[in-house]
C-alpha cells in the first residue's frame, strides 16, 4: 500500500516530474485472476444497478397505483356517507308521514264513530236497486204477529 501512496505521490517526497500529478494513480498491470474478480464485480454491480433501477420503477408504479386506490376509497366513502344521510333523511320523512297517517285514521274513526251516533238511519241496509219497498201496511203477514215470548227458567237458575 505504501509502495501505490509513494507512486500517487500521496505520501511526502518532490514531485517535480511534468509528467506526474497528484492523485493519479499509475495503471499496473493486473493478473488475469485479478482482472476476472474485477470484471466479475462491475458485471455484478451492473446487474445490482439494472434491478435497483427496475425495483424503483415497480415502486413508483405501485405507490402511483396506491395513491389512485386510495382517491377511489375517498370517492366510494363519500358515496356511502352520502346513501347513509339520505337514508335518515328517508326514515325521518317515513316516520313522519307514518304519524300523519296513525292522525288521520284516528280522525276518520271518530267522524265515523259520530255519524254512526247522530245519523244511526246510515247503517241500515239499502234495498237492491230498482225494487221499490212498499209501506208497511200493503206487505203481506208471512208469520203471525206474536208478542213477546215468555221463557221459563228451571227452578234455583237463572
Same mark, same amino acid.
Given at each position: 500500500?505504501?509502495?501505490?501512496?509513494?507512486?500517487n505521490?500521496?505520501?511526502?517526497?518532490d514531485n517535480?516530474?511534468? +509528467?506526474? +500529478?497528484?492523485?493519479?494513480?499509475e495503471q499496473? =498491470?493486473?493478473s488475469e485472476r485479478s482482472q476476472q474478480v474485477v470484471e466479475a464485480g462491475l458485471a455484478e454491480y451492473q446487474r445490482i444497478r439494472d434491478e435497483s433501477t427496475r425495483l424503483a420503477e415497480e415502486l413508483s408504479r405501485a405507490e402511483s397505483r396506491l395513491h389512485m386506490l386510495e382517491v377511489e376509497i375517498n370517492i366510494r366513502d363519500r358515496e356511502v356517507s352520502d346513501l347513509r344521510n339520505r337514508c335518515a333523511e328517508l326514515e325521518q320523512i317515513v316516520d313522519r308521514k307514518t304519524g300523519?297517517?296513525?292522525?288521520?285514521?284516528?280522525m276518520l274513526y271518530n267522524v265515523k264513530v259520530?255519524?254512526?251516533?247522530?245519523?244511526p238511519a246510515r247503517n241500515a241496509p239499502?234495498? =237492491?236497486?230498482g225494487l221499490v219497498s212498499r209501506p208497511a201496511r200493503e206487505r203481506p203477514a208471512l208469520l203471525p204477529e206474536k208478542g213477546p215470548k215468555e221463557v221459563a227458567f228451571p227452578a234455583g237458575g237463572e
Open positions: 500500500m505504501t509502495d501505490v501512496m509513494q507512486r505521490g500521496a505520501v511526502g517526497g517535480r516530474e511534468g +509528467k506526474r +500529478k497528484l492523485g493519479v494513480v499496473m =498491470p493486473l300523519d297517517y296513525a292522525v288521520l285514521e284516528t259520530q255519524l254512526d251516533t247522530f245519523m239499502v234495498p =237492491p236497486h
